[in-house]
């Protein structure tokens, strides 16, 4: 697969052997001097981000190079949690899911929010749990940008994982908490976007 490119939202990304290459794409509404000050701005913190993500032992890819725009990591050659959460054993599925709750709460606990929580920036890779993309992420200890992330998760079970959904919330929720020592505000907070999104909607 070495040069094969997959197109994101932000960035093209491309394999290279054990590596894989972030690209950050240029937008053409944006003023091109604007633009690139931007993308070379939001390619440094995304770098910066997976280095503390490391240090407060959150499963990342190893940043090996950052340039300009464009960021050299590790490859991981697991499989995207999104595809596997359903059909994994229940043993082994209640393992992931307290992986997930711990990363988020280390993340979390580091002031970290990642911005895009869902499981398709999730890698399970040899039984362990990474979370990739970190390129919406930013550092924040605020209850409510935790909270979010958060709620994306649960929507994101609640999409694609319906039939697990409750016993891998459950699971993740018991983790957060016991590695969390602030996990009560977030999870308040949750709760009320959760009534904010059920108002909007009757």
Do not use: C
């Not at 999409?159 to 018991?174: E, M, N, Q, S």
């Amino acid at each position: 697969m070495a040069g094969a490119d997959f197109r994101g939202a932000e960035a093209l990304l491309r394999r290279e052997g054990e590596d894989l290459v972030k690209d950050r794409i240029p937008k053409g509404y944006r003023l091109p001097e604007l633009d690139l000050r931007l993308r070379k701005q939001r390619t440094r913190m995304e770098a910066s981000l997976l280095a503390t993500a490391a240090r407060l032992g959150v499963p990342v890819p190893r940043v090996r190079e950052v340039g300009d725009t464009t960021i050299r990591m590790e490859w991981l050659p697991g499989e995207r949690v999104k595809d596997i959460l359903d059909v994994l054993p229940p043993q082994e599925q209640r393992q992931l899911a307290a992986q997930i709750g711990e990363a988020v709460a280390r993340l979390h606990a580091g002031g970290i929010a990642h911005g895009d929580l869902t499981t398709s920036n999730m890698i399970y890779k040899d039984k362990r749990l990474y979370l990739i993309d970190f390129g919406l992420a930013r550092m924040s200890h605020r209850a409510e940008d935790q909270a979010a992330d958060l709620f994306l998760l649960a929507e994101a079970l609640q999409a694609g994982h319906f039939p697990v959904r409750d016993a891998v919330w459950a699971t993740i929720l018991k983790a957060y908490k016991a590695k969390y020592a602030h996990a009560a505000p977030v999870l308040a907070q949750v709760a009320r976007i959760r009534a904010r999104r059920r108002y909007r909607s009757e």
